[in-house]
């Protein structure tokens, strides 16, 4: 069977005819297959949806109970036939309950890798490669200019910032779904043990991680009272992007402003956003990270979705590679 054939992009998101599903679809469909419960990829409204445990749970936590008609859960490893295809979830590192999706009939198997990462998380399974026919990857930093540093090297500048400016508060942004608890995760890793306090937006959240045996330590609520605004000089704030254009960051007490995300890579970016501390902190691959992902899987063709698609595309054609870009709507980069 012809890749084509079996998966292509359609208005609703990347489609199988045959087994009549869609995988993250931007619009409500009837039947969805769900690679990880970041917003842009996890939208409410399907009649089914089928996904890991966790991805369930996240989009429940978000969206309500009601937020499809009916669910069911794919363990990573199980095969599952829908319509005659064969679905296989396997981890991709990227959040927790993060998948790889790979669809297989008469003898063609596509991998559609979702948001994916290569670099060790303590808040989730590593990514597996698999190998196929076609590998759909994505290339949110897809330029050779991204080369992230060692995520250990940025939690250390944020430590030793902490001991620099003990007077200050330091209010770190980082998105509430994965991001922010690795985060915290890195800093436990590093021996911070001291209470790290978390905006409201972030408690659901760490509460789920923290239920399914990812140690975060000693989380408290960033609630400031009359009387209490001293109490945060020289502690770890974390809140979501959005926070910081409303007034609560600056109520803490001389507030270090910090952003965890891959695009602090770019000064700025950071500028732009008021950035004193950026820390380049990616839950996506890099360009090394990308190129080295594609070489271990082997397949005979890649496409290409939302990022930086052309240069990835040309890299591969350099490689004897086939590739195309696939050019997707509706896919931003909220986890980053």
């Given amino acids: 069977m012809k890749p ?11 489609y199988c005819e ?47 109970d009601g937020f499809c008609g009916a669910s069911a859960i794919a363990r990573f490893g199980e095969t599952i036939a829908i319509n005659g295809v064969r679905v296989t979830f396997r981890p991709a590192g990227h959040v927790l309950g993060s998948a790889q999706i790979c669809v297989e009939a008469d003898g063609t198997r596509i991998v559609v890798s979702g948001d994916y990462k290569r670099r060790a998380d303590p808040t989730c399974p590593p990514f597996e490669p ?7 990857t994505e290339a949110t930093f897809g330029l050779p200019v991204f080369h992230h540093p060692d995520d250990e090297r940025e939690i250390a500048r944020l430590l030793m910032s902490l001991k620099q400016f003990p007077e200050r508060a330091h209010v770190v942004g980082a998105y509430a779904l994965g991001k922010a608890q690795r985060v915290i995760a890195l800093l436990r890793r590093q021996g911070y043990d001291e209470p790290i306090h978390i905006h409201g937006a972030l408690a ?5 991680y923290q239920s399914q045996g990812i140690d975060l330590g000693d989380i408290r609520p960033a609630t400031l009272g009359p009387a209490s605004r001293q109490d945060f000089a020289g ?20 507030p270090l402003a910090s952003f965890a995300s891959g695009w602090m ?38 496409w290409v979705t939302h990022g930086r698609e052309e240069a990835l595309v040309r890299w591969c054609e350099l490689q004897g590679i086939p590739a195309r870009p696939l050019h997707l709507v509706g896919y931003e ?4």
Wanted: aromatic content about 8%; hydrophobic content about 40%.
């Fill in 204 to 208: 659901k959240l760490c509460d789920y």
């Fill in 235 to 254: 502690m770890i704030v974390i809140g979501p992007p959005a926070a910081f254009a409303e007034r609560w960051a600056r109520r803490f007490p001389d």
């Fill in 265 to 302: 890579l770019i000064r700025q970016r950071a500028k732009q956003r008021g950035v004193e501390l950026p820390l380049v902190i990616s839950d996506h691959c890099d360009w090394a990270e990308l190129t080295e992902t594609i070489r271990e899987v082997a397949p005979a063709e890649v």
């Fill in 18 to 64: 045959l087994g009549n599903f869609y995988i993250d679809p931007v619009q409500p469909v009837e039947r969805a297959l769900i690679t990880h419960g970041h917003s842009d990829h996890a939208r409410a409204g399907h009649g089914h949806v089928l996904a890991t445990r966790e991805t369930l749970d996240i989009m429940r936590l978000r969206y309500g």
């Fill in 333 to 336: 980069d909220e986890g980053e």
């Fill in 130 to 136: 698999i190998g196929c026919d076609v590998f759909i």
């Fill in 4 to 14: 084509d054939n079996l998966l292509y992009p359609a208005p609703k998101g990347l």
